[in-house]
């Protein structure tokens, strides 16, 4: 496999390093520093005062990370800030950050690009591999054993829930007929013959009749809206005042919690807005990296 960090594109960087306005002597958290392309922006403008908490609970992903960071602070040398890396959920963070401590919070939700372009992690369809989808590598269920030892009515709910898919029981019901089911491209393929292609809109064009089902099963396994709704409670307690909230959203479920605690957040006098509308990418960086087409940036303030 290439050097994933080479092929690693952060999406909506600008915006995103932006929005976080870093001081060169704040604490900084990145809960999703997958192959540290945000986390090496923040790192780049702190100082010897500053410090990055990343999290990630990849073993792949943060080992990495930390090579990738460990060079950057190398090159700084005496000007390097402190950097402290945790292999855990970011819905964790309330365990290794001290309250009111934080001057900056970004949280980019996307899958990345290790994981899904290496098809032994089995996140895609693009390649076929072992139907696995963990984020953590180390515990909880594949998403072969979801797909084969669940009920078709649980599959079904799960289905329409976590992937928008209004045709989730006939998807269910085709997978059941198939099962066992153990690859990735064994559980295209099923969908695929269940149910048509979908023209998603204008923007994105037609897409593969299992994507909402991956989808689905990926944030089934990892927990992974409820990992958000965590964090995104957390957050208010764990950043100072005028500190900085970035989050960064790639489908309508996410997004939602994103848009909705923000809200919530600020009727309560929690946080300023500083984006009525979600940040999306522009033209020259859809083109360059097709994946942030997807992408929805919202940013607070700490009141």
């Excluded at 139907?131 to 515990?139: A, E, F, K």
């Excluded at 979908?198 to 689905?216: E, L, N, S, V, W």
Aim: glycine residues 8%.
């Amino acid at each position: 496999m290439s050097n994933p960090n080479q092929r690693h594109v952060p999406v909506l960087f600008n915006e995103a390093i932006g929005f976080l306005r870093v001081q060169p002597n704040g604490t900084y958290a990145d809960c999703t520093v997958g192959l540290a392309g945000h986390a090496e922006g923040i790192l780049r403008q702190l100082g010897p005062e500053g410090h990055l908490i990343g999290f990630d609970r990849d073993p792949e992903a943060l080992s990495l990370a930390k090579v990738r960071l460990g060079r950057v602070l190398n090159e700084m040398g005496s000007e390097a800030p402190r950097m402290t890396l945790i292999g855990e959920a970011f819905s964790n963070i309330a365990r290794h950050v001290e309250p009111a401590s934080l001057d900056g919070l970004l949280a980019d939700f996307g899958v990345s690009s290790l994981q899904f372009d290496e098809a032994q992690r089995g996140f895609s369809f693009q390649a076929d591999g072992p139907l696995d989808m963990r984020m953590d590598t180390r515990s909880g269920p594949t998403a072969a054993q979801v797909v084969n030892e669940i009920s078709e009515r649980e599959l079904a709910n799960l289905i329409y829930e976590n992937g928008e898919e209004r045709r989730s029981r006939t998807v269910a019901r085709a997978i059941v007929r198939g099962r066992p089911v153990t690859t990735t491209g064994q559980l295209a393929r099923i969908v695929a013959s269940a149910v048509p292609a979908m023209k998603h809109d204008k923007k994105h064009g037609h897409i593969h009749p299992a994507t909402r089902t991956f989808q689905a099963l990926r944030i089934y396994v990892n927990r992974e809206l409820d990992e958000i709704s965590s964090l995104l409670e957390a957050a208010p307690g764990l950043l100072k005042p005028s500190a900085r909230l970035v989050v960064i959203s790639f489908h309508s479920l996410e997004d939602r919690i994103a848009k909705d605690s923000l809200r919530d957040g600020a009727q309560k006098g929690i946080w300023e807005i500083l984006a009525k509308k979600p940040v999306t990418a522009g033209e020259e960086e859809t083109e360059a990296n097709p994946r942030s087409r997807s992408a929805k940036l919202r940013a607070a303030e700490r009141k």
